[in-house]
């Protein structure tokens, strides 16, 4: 029977097998894809409609003004 420690030497980790396990498994990696291509386009929404909504105050208070002119 060989020494204990060759034995252990031999015997791969629990560190290094979860390791392997990570490395090789697949599993959810479309999942993170298309929730990181959700945030994206969601960001851009945001971006856009706070752009928008902007616009739109400037162009609904010119309107506004031209009107409260108008009538004095």
Known sequence: ?????????????????????????T???????????AALIAIGIIGGVTNLAGSATTGWNGIANKAGNAMK
Not at 1 to 25: D, E, F, G, H, Y
């Open 1 to 25: 029977m060989p020494p204990v420690t060759t034995q252990i030497a031999k015997r791969p980790s629990r560190a290094s097998t979860l390791i392997a396990n990570w490395r090789t498994n």
């Open 27 to 37: 599993k959810g990696s479309t999942a993170i894809e298309y929730s990181l291509i």
